[in-house]
């Protein structure tokens, strides 16, 4: 069997048993494995969580003994190594060759993007992790359910606390130049200057620039902080060079959700200390769900699980409880649906519901890098509770504005 296409079997003959007894079709298939699919990126500069993705959910596959709600479960892996076209083609083969009933992934806002259609034609119940902010509001998919957050989600608190407890007034945004970097910035930006405060340079790196050079040397000094919109390693990439240009300490940094991932977290040192970030997750939340799979992670991977780790985790629990709900009865796509955007669960990211487009509802957590135990951690030192995608927003108010993109809002502040 192909690398990108594990599959994990316990149990092989449950069908055939209700099928030689003459069991109805229906009670015959609900009898038989439930086929996951998992879109992940195993190539590429997002190959460090779409790993940490993997490891996370077989983790709690294992947990289980590969079994939620009764039924066994059999996984299978697409590599959509971060290209949006080959996340396409590798959702029809998960579909169309290993017959998946369900998905969880894929990892990037591009690739969602790319697949929407085809999720829709074969009503593909899917768990997302990528956080494309349209898929849940102007043009909300039914197959769809997002357990982690839109790009902008932890990004307009951050904003928020940047302006109202850091005190920031004047601040730059740098991100990759991809949707989800975008709709991020976009989120910040947004509720940074109706607070008040001036975002006065945006820059958008190719996600996969090999030097961060020529942005450095553009960065402006006359600010009171940047914010940092990476998704993968490139988090780590550009702070290394930020450093080697000798601006720590001279413009501070804080992160969205992904820059400073506990996956590239690992690789830092003392540079990263004190750097504030926002996400829906930390290794540090204490729950006792959490505390679990923390340290079953930390002690199978020997570090922290991160956002891209805590994703597929946390899907799989709101995955568990629909299926739970319904007996196990995924074969009736419509009802399960209705009951999965239902669900409310508590997990290792705390206790979330979802909104009536199927986007979570749940706590974001700002977190700062402090040294514990020998390595770095993000701790947790202020709780949003309950964020919306929709932040403060009147929902219908919110839908009436542009998807948050690299032209909207526009930038009105922007200084040469």
């Known amino acids: 069997m192909a690398f990108n296409r594990r599959r994990f079997i316990q149990a092989a003959g449950a069908g055939l048993g209700a099928s030689a007894i003459g069991f109805p079709t229906l009670v015959r298939a609900q009898s038989a494995p439930i086929r996951l699919g998992l879109m992940t990126v195993k190539t590429g500069p997002l190959a460090s969580g779409g790993l940490d993705m993997e490891r996370a959910l077989v983790q709690f596959l294992r947990e289980r003994n590969y079994t939620l709600a009764g039924r066994k479960i059999e996984l299978f892996v697409g590599d959509s190594a971060g290209v949006p076209a080959q996340a396409r083609t590798?959702?029809?083969?998960?579909?169309?060759?290993?017959?998946?009933?369900?998905?969880?992934?894929?990892?990037?806002?591009?690739e969602a993007l790319a697949s929407d259609d085809y999720i829709r034609q074969q009503q593909l119940p899917t768990l997302s992790v990528a956080a494309?902010?349209?898929?849940?509001?102007?043009n909300p998919n039914p197959w769809f359910v997002r357990g982690t957050s839109t790009s902008s989600q932890c990004a307009q608190p951050l904003a928020d606390y940047c302006y109202k407890t850091l005190k920031y007034r004047r601040m730059?945004?740098?991100?990759?130049?991809?949707p989800y970097g975008h709709e991020m910035c976009a989120g910040f930006q947004r509720v940074f200057e109706e607070l008040g405060g001036k975002i006065v340079q945006k820059?958008?790196?190719?996600?996969?620039?090999?030097?961060?050079?020529?942005?450095?040397?553009?960065?402006?000094?006359?600010?009171?902080?940047?914010?940092?919109?990476?998704?993968?390693?490139?988090?780590?990439?550009?702070?290394?060079?930020?450093?080697?240009?000798?601006?720590?300490?001279?413009?501070?940094?804080?992160?969205?959700?992904?820059?400073?991932d506990e996956a590239v977290l690992r690789n830092m040192g003392d540079e990263a200390l004190g750097i504030i970030t926002s996400n829906w997750y930390s290794a540090e939340i204490d729950n006792p769900i959490n505390r679990k799979f923390s340290a079953a992670f930390r002690a199978e991977s020997k570090y922290d699980p991160g956002f891209y780790a805590a994703a597929t985790y946390v899907e799989g629990a709101v995955l568990?409880?629909?299926?739970?709900a319904v007996k196990g009865?995924?074969?009736?796509?419509?009802?399960?649906?209705?009951?999965?955007?239902?669900?409310?669960?508590?997990?290792?990211?705390?206790?979330?519901?979802?909104d009536e487009y199927g986007n979570i509802v749940g706590n974001i957590y700002i977190r700062k890098v402090e040294r514990k135990e020998?390595?770095?951690?993000?701790?947790?030192?202020?709780?949003?509770?309950?964020?919306?995608?929709?932040?403060?927003?009147?929902?219908?108010?919110?839908?009436?504005?542009?998807?948050?993109?690299?032209?909207?809002?526009?930038?009105?502040?922007?200084?040469?």
């Open 90 to 110: 590798q959702l029809q083969q998960l579909v169309e060759r290993d017959h998946i009933q369900v998905l969880i992934g894929p990892l990037a806002t591009a």
């Open 132 to 138: 494309a902010e349209d898929m849940t509001q102007r």
């Open 374 to 416: 020998g390595r770095l951690v993000n701790s947790v030192i202020y709780t949003y509770p309950n964020v919306s995608q929709f932040w403060t927003y009147n929902p219908k108010e919110f839908l009436k504005n542009p998807v948050y993109s690299r032209d909207w809002p526009p930038a009105k502040n922007l200084e040469p």
């Open 320 to 324: 568990e409880a629909a299926l739970q």
């Open 203 to 260: 820059t958008f790196p190719p996600l996969t620039v090999p030097d961060y050079g020529t942005y450095l040397a553009q960065l402006k000094t006359n600010i009171d902080g940047i914010f940092l919109g990476f998704a993968g390693s490139n988090g780590f990439r550009y702070l290394r060079q930020f450093n080697e240009y000798g601006l720590k300490g001279k413009v501070n940094v804080v992160g969205g959700m992904t820059a400073l």
């Open 329 to 354: 009865a995924l074969e009736d796509k419509a009802a399960f649906m209705k009951t999965l955007r239902a669900i409310k669960v508590d997990t290792a990211r705390g206790p979330v519901a979802f």
């Open 172 to 178: 730059a945004v740098i991100a990759d130049d991809i």
